[in-house]
């Protein structure tokens, strides 16, 4: 019996490890990756508007810093007709404070990915982004961004839900006297359904 617990004790962390693999591959094949989440239909257009959270850090004149930065976040979204897929648009108003003092304007372009997941009222997806964000810091700097994600949208009636989108969006841009990023990881709010 002391042989037994011997193995079990050092193969524990194995036993977790398959066991993890074997619930995450349960719920893989329990997506239904040809249909489209039951709130995301063709022609369905989603509003949704939050806080932001993120990093930004620069550089300027050899100083160079990071702080965190938020802001409000505002997207639309368009679904397509085939393939559960959404494209739209996000902006939003950014601000990193200490010494970086710089406000963040992104404009980027989005794709979404929404299998149905076979839970009511959850709409679960996968975000592409690319576009380009402006940068005002004494100067003002056009830069470029691109971002992944994962969001969530559980709908408390037919038209209006809370979301949260995790990823990355990162934005980054060059001039005379400073260069830098900023990275977005979170953002949060209420979306509306057309």
Same mark, same amino acid.
Request: neutral net charge; aromatic residues 16%; glycine residues 18%.
């Given at each position: ?8 004790? #050092? ?11 074997? *619930?995450? #591959?349960?719920? @893989?094949?329990?997506?239904?990756? +040809? ?9 369905? *257009? ?8 993120? &990093?930004? !850090?620069?550089?300027? $004149? %050899?100083?160079?810093?990071?702080? !965190? ?16 897929? #959404? @494209? ?30 076979? @839970?009511?009222?959850?709409?679960? $997806? ?13 100067? #003002? ?15 408390? /009636? ?8 995790? %990823?990355?969006?990162?934005? &980054?841009? !060059? ?11 979170? /953002?949060?709010?209420? +979306?509306?359904?057309?």
């Amino acid at each position: 019996m002391n042989n037994i617990v011997k193995i079990f004790r #050092t193969q524990k962390h194995w036993i977790c490890i398959i066991v993890l693999a074997l *619930v995450c #591959t349960g719920a @893989v094949f329990a997506i239904d990756f +040809s249909q489209s989440s039951e709130h995301v239909q063709p022609g369905n *257009v989603l509003l949704s508007g939050g806080l932001g959270f993120g &990093s930004a !850090s620069g550089r300027e $004149y %050899g100083w160079s810093g990071s702080s !965190s930065f938020f802001g409000l976040s505002f997207a639309a979204d368009y679904a397509l007709a085939n393939f559960s897929l #959404t @494209v739209g648009g996000e902006s939003g108003a950014y601000y990193a404070g200490g010494w970086l003092d710089a406000g963040i304007i992104p404009f980027m372009g989005r794709l979404g990915y929404h299998p149905n997941i076979g @839970v009511d009222n959850l709409n679960v $997806y996968a975000l592409f982004k690319l576009g380009f964000a402006i940068f005002f810091h004494a100067e #003002t700097h056009l830069g470029f961004g691109i971002g992944l994600g994962l969001g969530g949208r559980y709908f408390f /009636t037919d038209k209006i839900g809370g979301f949260v989108e995790l %990823g990355l969006d990162r934005y &980054s841009f !060059s001039g005379n006297r400073i260069s830098g990023n900023g990275s977005k990881f979170f /953002t949060s709010g209420i +979306s509306y359904k057309l």
